[in-house]
């Protein structure tokens, strides 16, 4: 269980996933991972945690963004 893709993701990564992945607004990220807006702005506020499997998709999407070049 020591694998870093299955961790939880603090506000400030997810900020960060969001740039990397070119995801501009809560609005786009929402839509393009299926989930409504609110729920994006409380991972944001820290308000409530992000999933992990949200996490693993953002972080598997950056890996193959990377990969890509």
Same mark, same amino acid.
């Given at each position: =269980?020591?694998?870093?893709?299955?961790? #939880?993701?603090? $506000?400030? !990564?997810?900020?960060?996933? =969001?740039? &990397?992945?070119?995801?501009? &607004?809560?609005?786009?990220?929402?839509?393009?991972?299926? +989930? #409504?807006?609110?729920? %994006? #702005?409380?991972?944001? !506020?820290?308000? %409530?945690? +992000? $999933?992990? $499997? +949200?996490? =693993?998709?953002?972080? =598997?999407?950056?890996?193959?963004?990377?990969?890509?070049?």
């Amino acid at each position: =269980m020591d694998d870093p893709r299955l961790a #939880s993701m603090s $506000p400030q !990564e997810l900020r960060s996933a =969001m740039r &990397t992945l070119g995801y501009r &607004t809560q609005n786009d990220l929402a839509n393009g991972i299926g +989930v #409504s807006r609110s729920a %994006v #702005s409380l991972w944001l !506020e820290g308000k %409530v945690g +992000v $999933p992990r $499997p +949200v996490a =693993m998709l953002l972080r =598997m999407l950056i890996a193959a963004q990377r990969r890509q070049f």
